[in-house]
Structure formats: structure tokens, C-alpha cells
């Protein structure tokens, strides 16, 4: 089993930042994907950052050049820094494993693992 936690979210104002944690426990050898996602109240969950295992990552538009998507693959653990926040960053973000192996020689899991979230709130 895997169980993802996050950390770091808050009351911020705009312009300012902050830095999310996820930690990934459990049986795991590797993630092949770890990624940031965000829901806003009455809005459909979106992509904001994610992270491969070799060191590449993809950002949302919006997010480009504010937030950088950051991990330790040692820890299992993924960051996201998060600067010149904007109310309209205001979500509940949530971070996903994939692609989780149990061990050197199994296959990649297909299940998708979420963490609770936390939520980030932006004041203007």
C-alpha cells in the first residue's frame, strides 16, 4: 500500500508564497510520476505542475514562471514553491503518485494515488 500526504498549504497574500510538501510512504521502490493538482470550489480539478522521474516537468499556463515543481526521489517526496501567488490560486491542491513500483522487478502499478490535500487560500 502507499499513502501520499501533503503539507505546506495556508492563508497568504497576494504576492506572496508558499511551499507545499508531498511525501510518499508505503512499499515503493520508484515513482515514475509525481504531480500538483488543484480544485477550486465550483470548478472542475486541474493540472498545475508535474514531475518525472528523470527530471522533467510541465506546468499549467497559469502557473508557469511563478511555481516551480521540485523532488527527492530518495524521499519519495515532491515540492511545489509557490510565489507571486494570485487569488485566483486559491484551491485546494492535491498531489498524485503514478506509475508506483513495489519493487526493482515489478511492473508499474496502474492505481493512481491522492493525497487528503490542503487547502491554499490567496487574499487580495
Known amino acids: 500500500q502507499v499513502q501520499v500526504v501533503e503539507s505546506g498549504g495556508g492563508l497568504v497574500q497576494a504576492g506572496g508564497s508558499l511551499r507545499l510538501s508531498c511525501a510518499a510512504s508505503?512499499?515503493?521502490?520508484?515513482?515514475?510520476?509525481m504531480g500538483w493538482y488543484r480544485q477550486a470550489p465550483g470548478e472542475q480539478r486541474e493540472l498545475v505542475a508535474v514531475s518525472m522521474r528523470d527530471g522533467r516537468t510541465s506546468y499549467a499556463d497559469s502557473v508557469k514562471d511563478r511555481f516551480t515543481i521540485s523532488r527527492d526521489n530518495a524521499k519519495n517526496t515532491v515540492y511545489l514553491q509557490m510565489n507571486s501567488l494570485k487569488p485566483e490560486d486559491t484551491a485546494v491542491y492535491s498531489c498524485k503518485a503514478d506509475s508506483v513500483k513495489s519493487s526493482s522487478w515489478s511492473k508499474p502499478s496502474r492505481r493512481e494515488y491522492w493525497g487528503q490535500g490542503t487547502q491554499v487560500t490567496v487574499s487580495s
Open positions: 508505503g512499499t515503493i521502490f520508484s515513482i515514475e510520476i
